[in-house]
């Protein structure tokens, strides 16, 4: 139940334990926006996120302690089980430890004309609750999929209904405790968060996604444009891997028998599909990139990997191969140049690579 409200002294402050990290480095608890343009692998990240709370596994070496993950999902439930399922397969876990349950409807979270939580807030929470009750411990991880779809016949830039909304969350916080996690969407176009300021102004930690780039990596950050209260600004790094998609189904026999060793059990759990099978995207933690900067997709790091190959490289074709404009390439260009990266030949006004000359950044700041 949600903590009684009343005033307290500083000594009975002080007392208060402080907001824990969910996944250490990564997720905080509290209201948290996770924000990317159309393709960022939104999903796929917190579908990663989610199992690592749900079954407890370390996130890079870092301990995630174990608890319980509903995720709700308005859009796509059915396909979604099935990105879930691969992912335990290939995180080579079993389901029948996973403490995470799918909720494949969405409920509104708009506020009512008396200001209290709607019916259909209340009709979930019952549902919650319950699934708490039966694994006797509370919500660690309760995951929207995304906010607009839980925003019926709302406005998202209209402050008055946005405020609305964030009272709600904040009812949803107070109830489960843990972490909220909303996806939520950026301006098409833009790199600005989509609807009002209020979502991101009440949010513990705004999370955006930098790349959309498949086969790269896939950057994820709260420190340009995002927000972390009260801890330094991480970034997320996973790698984006395909593979063949995983159908699978719960079976009881299997979830009550107990074994000693995944390979105990994985032949006989796993059921995939004959032939052909239809693949999927998994997301894989991975250590921040020895060249950064080339991992983010920016004009200057886009170059870099382009001229690494070996090939000099003229002004057009690097135009077309980074799909920059003629005035992002020559200022990425004219900033690796005065950093001793990459040489110009004035006879044939191609470029080479010839490698850091001295210890600096020529990419700090560079054109994007």
């Not at 969405?106 to 919650?128: C, D, I, K, Y």
């Not at 005035?327 to 850091?356: F, I, Q």
């Amino acid at each position: 139940m949600a903590e009684e409200k009343r005033i307290l002294s500083l000594t009975e402050m002080s007392r208060r334990p402080l907001s824990q990290e969910v996944i250490p480095g990564v997720l905080d608890e509290g209201v948290v926006l996770l924000v990317g343009k159309e393709g960022h692998y939104k999903t796929f990240l917190a579908c990663r996120m989610a199992m690592h709370v749900a079954c407890g596994v370390p996130w890079l070496g870092q301990t995630v302690e174990r608890g319980l993950v509903i995720y709700c999902i308005a859009e796509g439930a059915s396909f979604f089980t099935y990105r879930v399922t691969t992912l335990v397969d290939q995180m080579k876990m079993w389901m029948g430890l996973a403490q995470v349950y799918i909720y494949p409807h969405s409920f509104s979270l708009m506020a009512t004309p008396s200001g209290e939580p709607n019916h259909e807030m209340v009709q979930f929470m019952e549902r919650v609750h319950a699934v708490e009750d039966e694994r006797k411990e509370k919500c660690r991880l309760l995951v929207i999929d995304t906010l607009s779809r839980f925003m019926p016949g709302g406005d998202e830039n209209d402050q008055a209904a946005a405020s609305g909304v964030v009272k709600n969350v904040e009812w949803l916080r107070e109830q489960v405790g843990g972490c909220i996690l909303l996806l939520h969407h950026m301006r098409k176009g833009g790199d600005m968060v989509r609807g009002s300021t209020v979502f991101t102004a009440a949010a513990d930690q705004v999370i955006i996604g930098k790349s959309a780039k498949e086969d790269k990596l896939q950057l994820f950050s709260t420190k340009e444009g995002g927000k972390r209260k009260d801890r330094d600004g991480v970034d997320i790094w996973v790698r984006m891997d395909k593979v063949a998609m995983t159908i699978g189904r719960l079976a009881e026999e299997i979830a009550d028998s107990e074994f000693d060793e995944p390979s105990d059990w994985s032949d006989h759990y796993i059921f995939k599909s004959d032939g052909n099978p239809e693949e999927t995207l998994v997301a894989v933690p991975v250590e921040k990139p020895e060249d950064e900067d080339a991992a983010k997709g920016t004009a200057a790091g886009d170059i870099a990997i382009i001229l690494k190959k070996g090939e000099p490289v003229g002004i057009r074709q690097l135009m077309r191969l980074t799909g920059k404009g003629q005035n992002v390439v020559y200022k990425a260009l004219d900033k690796m140049v005065d950093a001793g990266h990459v040489t110009k030949d004035l006879e044939t006004k191609r470029y080479s690579w010839v490698g850091p000359v001295e210890p600096v950044n020529p990419f700090e700041g560079g054109a994007k």
